[in-house]
């Protein structure tokens, strides 16, 4: 992705310092990465040094506007970036302002603090601040360095919905625990430039209180500010127990030198730098209770009231060393940084399916979205919620159920639909099953945008008589939409052909099978005479002819032990050599249990997940010749016409009487050809395609599966 951050200037401070840190890592995830800023500064050779192209656009003057606007439109329509990314105030409305001069990109905010000292600002500074209030309603996506930054911005106009909290990350590996020389007397520390943000009395008053400790102060700025701190020491006593320090390179080693850390600040901090750095080297901190200073060091009991020096002096008075590194390293390293805001910077793809409880093609969806970590991913199931919902949420997706009542649409449903659809502002739009296509299109009207918008069929069709009305006048307005989408994936041969004759465009397809997980799906200990049939309680699925067949097979061997697994089956009338399990979630060790699995689905399949999964298992399997069963199985295995049960009796004895235990051939060819793996890199592709171009017409209509693909 070509990322461009746009900044005032490169040089020392906080927010350029994560800046560098940023940059340089998406460029190793593979980003191109260019950062624009309008004065040169020290951090150009080290974003230079770690492939990060960098321009300065030269602002001569205050008022040189006009021309440098200019150049700055000029830079950005050179770069063509797919995201804009502001890095503070000024910044922030220069990419939204050049948004319609370079194609339209993401355009990004970056808040780095909590609070301004807006009442001391110049007109112009206070005209800034306004438009970035009124004007952040326009931006994609807003990024926040801490929670109490987003909650102040929030306040004042900013759209909630939009801000993400992505904390600064701390190089661990510069802030580690230095040696550090035994003293019987405690050293505080206070480290920020000389300003008056960062409260300098409010120590020097708590630290006059402390008549046994050592101070140390490191920073530079305000020289007027910096003696008036000098003066009041002096006033206070403590003057000879107070060590300045300019600004340092080497701060690990100052860090060293300090027994606690203390932030006195008295409004703006957001994300404080110096507290997690201090912190990564091992060094307690106290803070005063501003931005997000409390959430860093992870006990209240270490924060005080911004200005109450009594109270910092109880604080410093009650220390006692604790060991605060491993905070940093789980929850704020620059790793977090970056993978955060990867994950926020990478395209938004909207899933629309029509549930997301028990069945294959749920199951390979909620699969697919955990092995797409690159995207963000934001599901809407058009009925309730179900297994995978749960699942998913509890891997941190968001999913939202419109509890639609089974082909009947509501207002409020459709109210709903619209509102998290605009919320959203997905870069993608996924349909998953027809409903969940029907929707797609819906949603793609609803967002005012022309994205790519990607149907994915999960079934065969056979005969529309066999499909609820419903379903039966969605799946042909599908046909009369199939112009719209950029693709349409089936998960079949079968399928694809089945609806290209009913006038799916074929222009549009794709295969990509299912995959299935071999790490989860492996051979076990079969039990010798025991036949599964797995699958739901449904017309399709044909149970009449698996039970008719298990009576023919036990006549000849009585000691053959029959199960059956799915949703609904509880309700089958079956003889007592047949054993009803119901909907289980140990399906991959019930599975390899086996000695054959069966599938006897009359019609409907599409991409049978039960064979698949059985033969990653190694189990022999027999099945109809429904859907791609054929293309599945290769030549592993036994196939039988559908709904006759003599035919699937008789495959069933051979694979006993020949005392076949396991088919290490059928698990070879799902290595080969449908590992999760494979699956996911299409996906993947297809994802990151540029939709729409003439690079997309270019792509491949169907992904060849003759070749044999990595194993997973």
Same mark, same amino acid.
């Given at each position: 992705?070509?990322?461009?951050?746009?900044?005032?200037?490169?040089?020392?401070?906080?927010?350029?310092?994560?800046?560098?840190?940023?940059?340089?890592?998406?460029?190793?995830?593979?980003?191109?990465?260019?950062?624009?800023?309008?004065?040169?500064?020290?951090?150009?050779?080290?974003?230079?040094?770690?492939?990060?192209?960098?321009?300065?656009?030269?602002?001569?003057?205050?008022?040189?506007?006009?021309?440098?606007?200019?150049?700055?439109?000029?830079?950005?329509?050179?770069?063509?970036?797919?995201?804009?990314?502001?890095?503070?105030?000024?910044?922030?409305?220069?990419?939204?302002?050049?948004?319609?001069?370079?194609?339209?990109?993401?355009?990004?905010?970056?808040?780095?603090?909590?609070?301004?000292?807006?009442?001391?600002?110049?007109?112009?500074?206070?005209?800034?601040?306004?438009?970035?209030?009124?004007?952040?309603?326009?931006?994609?996506?807003?990024?926040?360095?801490?929670?109490?930054?987003?909650?102040?911005?929030?306040?004042?106009?900013?759209?909630?919905?939009?801000?993400?909290?992505?904390?600064?990350?701390?190089?661990?590996?510069?802030?580690?625990?230095?040696?550090?020389?035994?003293?019987?007397?405690?050293?505080?520390?206070?480290?920020?430039?000389?300003?008056?943000?960062?409260?300098?009395?409010?120590? !020097? =008053?708590?630290? /006059?209180?402390? #008549?046994?400790? @050592?101070?140390?102060?490191?920073? *530079?700025?305000?020289?007027?500010? %910096?003696?008036?701190?000098?003066?009041?020491?002096?006033?206070?006593?403590?003057?000879?127990?107070?060590?300045?320090?300019?600004?340092?390179?080497?701060?690990?080693?100052?860090?060293?030198?300090?027994?606690?850390?203390?932030?006195?600040?008295?409004?703006?901090?957001?994300?404080?730098?110096?507290?997690?750095?201090?912190?990564?080297?091992?060094?307690?901190?106290?803070?005063?209770?501003?931005?997000?200073?409390?959430?860093?060091?992870?006990?209240?009991?270490?924060?005080?009231?911004?200005?109450?020096?009594?109270?910092?002096?109880?604080?410093? !008075? =009650?220390?006692? /060393?604790?060991? #605060?590194?491993? @905070?940093?390293?789980?929850?704020? *390293?620059?790793?977090?940084?970056? %993978?955060?805001?990867?994950?926020?910077?990478?395209?938004?793809?909207?899933?629309?399916?029509?549930?997301?409880?028990?069945?294959?093609?749920?199951?390979?969806?909620?699969?697919?979205?955990?092995g797409l970590p690159k995207f963000q991913h934001v599901v809407i199931s058009l009925t309730s919620g179900g297994k995978h919902a749960t699942a998913l949420r509890e891997a941190g997706i968001e999913v939202h159920s419109l509890d639609m009542p089974a082909g009947k649409p509501t207002l409020r449903s459709l109210w709903r639909l619209f509102r998290i659809v605009r919320r959203t502002k997905a870069d993608i739009l996924m349909g998953w099953m027809y409903h969940g296509c029907f929707a797609a299109v819906l949603a793609r009207f609803m967002r005012l945008k022309r994205i790519p918008l990607i149907w994915n069929i999960r079934q065969s069709l056979y005969d529309l008589k066999h499909e609820k009305r419903g379903s039966a006048l969605v799946i042909r307005a599908l046909a009369w939409l199939s112009w719209m989408p950029q693709r349409i994936t089936y998960n079949t041969q079968t399928g694809a052909k089945q609806h290209e004759a009913i006038g799916y465009r074929a222009s549009k397809t794709q295969l990509v099978p299912n995959g299935f997980d071999l790490a989860k799906w492996q051979p076990g200990t079969p039990v010798a005479g025991r036949i599964g049939r797995f699958g739901r309680n449904a017309p399709m699925k044909d149970y009449t002819t698996f039970i008719a067949a298990a009576k023919i097979i036990a006549q000849k061997r009585p000691q053959t032990h029959f199960i059956i697994v799915g949703a609904g089956t509880e309700e089958l009338?079956?003889?007592?050599?047949?054993?009803?399990?119901?909907?289980?979630?140990?399906?991959?060790?019930?599975?390899?249990?086996?000695?054959?699995?069966?599938?006897?689905?009359?019609?409907?399949?599409?991409?049978?997940?039960?064979?698949?999964?059985?033969?990653?298992?190694?189990?022999?399997?027999?099945?109809?010749?429904?859907?791609?069963?054929?293309?599945?199985?290769?030549?592993?295995?036994?196939?039988?016409?559908?709904?006759?049960?003599?035919?699937?009796?008789?495959?069933?004895?051979?694979?006993?009487?020949?005392?076949?235990?396991?088919?290490?051939?059928?698990?070879?060819?799902?290595?080969?050809?449908?590992?999760?793996?494979?699956?996911?890199?299409?996906?993947?592709?297809?994802?990151?395609?540029?939709?729409?171009?003439?690079?997309?017409?270019?792509?491949?209509?169907?992904?060849?599966?003759?070749?044999?693909?990595?194993?997973?």
């Amino acid at each position: 992705m070509k990322i461009t951050f746009i900044i005032r200037d490169l040089g020392h401070g906080g927010a350029q310092r994560q800046l560098v840190l940023l940059a340089k890592g998406l460029v190793r995830e593979g980003h191109e990465v260019t950062v624009l800023h309008f004065y040169d500064g020290a951090f150009r050779a080290e974003l230079e040094s770690g492939g990060v192209q960098t321009i300065c656009v030269g602002k001569k003057s205050r008022w040189d506007l006009i021309g440098f606007f200019l150049r700055l439109v000029h830079a950005a329509r050179s770069i063509r970036p797919e995201v804009l990314h502001g890095y503070l105030a000024e910044s922030n409305l220069m990419a939204l302002f050049l948004k319609p001069f370079c194609g339209s990109p993401r355009v990004v905010w970056g808040v780095r603090d909590s609070q301004t000292d807006a009442h001391l600002w110049g007109a112009l500074s206070k005209l800034s601040f306004r438009l970035n209030c009124l004007l952040a309603r326009f931006t994609d996506l807003i990024i926040c360095n801490s929670k109490a930054g987003r909650d102040y911005y929030a306040a004042r106009g900013y759209p909630i919905a939009t801000m993400h909290v992505v904390p600064n990350g701390i190089d661990i590996e510069r802030f580690r625990p230095q040696p550090r020389t035994a003293s019987d007397t405690l050293t505080f520390g206070l480290v920020g430039r000389m300003n008056p943000m960062k409260d300098h009395a409010t120590f !020097l =008053a708590a630290a /006059a209180l402390d #008549p046994h400790a @050592r101070f140390l102060i490191v920073g *530079s700025g305000d020289d007027a500010y %910096e003696q008036q701190m000098r003066d009041l020491a002096a006033r206070l006593g403590i003057a000879e127990r107070v060590t300045w320090l300019p600004a340092q390179n080497d701060m690990p080693a100052i860090y060293a030198k300090m027994d606690c850390l203390v932030n006195s600040s008295a409004f703006g901090e957001g994300f404080s730098n110096v507290i997690g750095e201090a912190m990564a080297c091992g060094v307690p901190c106290i803070a005063s209770d501003v931005g997000d200073s409390a959430w860093i060091i992870g006990d209240k009991a270490q924060t005080f009231p911004a200005g109450d020096h009594e109270a910092l002096a109880q604080c410093m !008075l =009650a220390f006692q /060393a604790n060991h #605060p590194r491993q @905070r940093i390293v789980d929850e704020f *390293s620059v790793e977090k940084l970056i %993978e955060r805001t990867s994950r926020l910077l990478s395209q938004k793809v909207l899933w629309l399916t029509t549930g997301l409880g028990s069945g294959g093609a749920e199951m390979m969806l909620a699969q697919l979205i955990r092995g797409l970590p690159k995207f963000q991913h934001v599901v809407i199931s058009l009925t309730s919620g179900g297994k995978h919902a749960t699942a998913l949420r509890e891997a941190g997706i968001e999913v939202h159920s419109l509890d639609m009542p089974a082909g009947k649409p509501t207002l409020r449903s459709l109210w709903r639909l619209f509102r998290i659809v605009r919320r959203t502002k997905a870069d993608i739009l996924m349909g998953w099953m027809y409903h969940g296509c029907f929707a797609a299109v819906l949603a793609r009207f609803m967002r005012l945008k022309r994205i790519p918008l990607i149907w994915n069929i999960r079934q065969s069709l056979y005969d529309l008589k066999h499909e609820k009305r419903g379903s039966a006048l969605v799946i042909r307005a599908l046909a009369w939409l199939s112009w719209m989408p950029q693709r349409i994936t089936y998960n079949t041969q079968t399928g694809a052909k089945q609806h290209e004759a009913i006038g799916y465009r074929a222009s549009k397809t794709q295969l990509v099978p299912n995959g299935f997980d071999l790490a989860k799906w492996q051979p076990g200990t079969p039990v010798a005479g025991r036949i599964g049939r797995f699958g739901r309680n449904a017309p399709m699925k044909d149970y009449t002819t698996f039970i008719a067949a298990a009576k023919i097979i036990a006549q000849k061997r009585p000691q053959t032990h029959f199960i059956i697994v799915g949703a609904g089956t509880e309700e089958l009338e079956v003889p007592d050599n047949i054993q009803i399990l119901g909907e289980r979630h140990d399906l991959p060790e019930l599975t390899a249990s086996l000695n054959i699995a069966v599938s006897s689905s009359a019609f409907g399949e599409g991409f049978p997940n039960v064979i698949g999964e059985a033969m990653a298992c190694a189990v022999p399997v027999v099945a109809t010749d429904i859907g791609d069963t054929r293309w599945v199985m290769g030549e592993t295995g036994r196939i039988v016409p559908p709904s006759d049960p003599e035919a699937l009796a008789r495959a069933c004895l051979e694979i006993l009487d020949a005392g076949i235990l396991q088919d290490l051939d059928a698990r070879q060819r799902i290595e080969q050809q449908f590992s999760l793996r494979s699956v996911l890199l299409q996906f993947n592709s297809l994802l990151n395609a540029p939709h729409g171009s003439s690079e997309s017409a270019k792509l491949p209509v169907s992904v060849p599966l003759t070749t044999p693909l990595p194993h997973s």
